[in-house]
Each structure stands twice: as C-alpha cells, then as structure tokens.
C-alpha cells in the first residue's frame, strides 16, 4: 500500500523532499498523537536528517519513516543515512509544529543549498522560541 500512495510523488525526481513526522500510532485517531518532528532528504548530499526539537523524543519515528521511506526515493537514496540533525528546542509542550513549521520556511529560503556549520547557523539564528512564538 505504501508504494501505491509514494508513486504518484514520484519521488526519485525531487532534489529535497520534506516529511512532517506525527507520532499517533492509530491512523484511525484523527487529530491523535502529541508531537511533530521532520525528516528531510537531500538528494545532492544523499542523506536523511532527522530535525526535533523536543530531545529526539520522535526518534524512533523518524528512524522509522527512513527505513520504510529510502527504497521508494530511487538512486541513490537507497545507500544514504540518517542523521539526527541540530535542531532548535522548544520550551514548552506545544510548539513543536510551529518548530517543523519554521525549519521547512528556512530550508526553502536556502533552497537546501546550505548544509554544515552555516546550515546550524542559520537555525541557531532564525528559529527560536522567540521567532517560533511570533508565527503562533
């Protein structure tokens, strides 16, 4: 079923796919589940980053989502890992969207032509409790 819903992303052709990560575990429970990470593929440096801003309490998710997911990206994702990324911490129990939120808004920004020690930079700098709390 899984390749049924990947095909049509056609996922092999995109150059940085963005993948909001929600711990519900019953796919029946509309709106279930507490937290909300990312898992980001980038197909020039083939890698996964995993990005949570509460401790990589969502790890396990993330690390799930990259097993399942790798396969259906084509080459040469299927070689690439995972990485936990630096990301930001929220300092409360309900922003964690709003962190996924504000990382996607500067992955895009960069175009995913950013990476290292600048690409931490940049999240240092512009996601926030401060920037986070003013898209709330």
Not at 34 to 63: K, M, P, T
Not at 88 to 97: A, E, H, I, L, S
Request: hydrophobic share 40%; proline share 4%.
């Amino acid at each position: 079923s899984l390749q049924q819903f990947v095909d049509p992303l056609k996922l092999p052709e995109k150059e940085l796919v963005i993948f909001p990560i929600n711990d519900n575990e019953d796919f029946n429970a509309a709106g279930g589940g507490s937290h909300w990470s990312l898992l980001v593929y980038s197909r020039r440096r083939n890698i996964f980053e995993h990005y949570d801003s509460s401790a990589q309490c969502n790890a396990v998710y993330g690390s799930k989502l990259f097993e399942n997911i790798k396969s259906f990206m084509g080459p040469p994702a299927s070689s690439a890992t995972l990485a936990l990324h630096f990301t930001p911490q929220q300092r409360n129990g309900y922003d964690c969207g709003l962190f996924v939120l504000a990382i996607v808004k500067e992955l895009c920004a960069c175009e995913g032509n950013i990476s290292g020690d600048d690409w931490e930079a940049v999240l240092k700098s512009r996601v926030t409790a401060s920037t986070v709390g003013e898209m709330r």
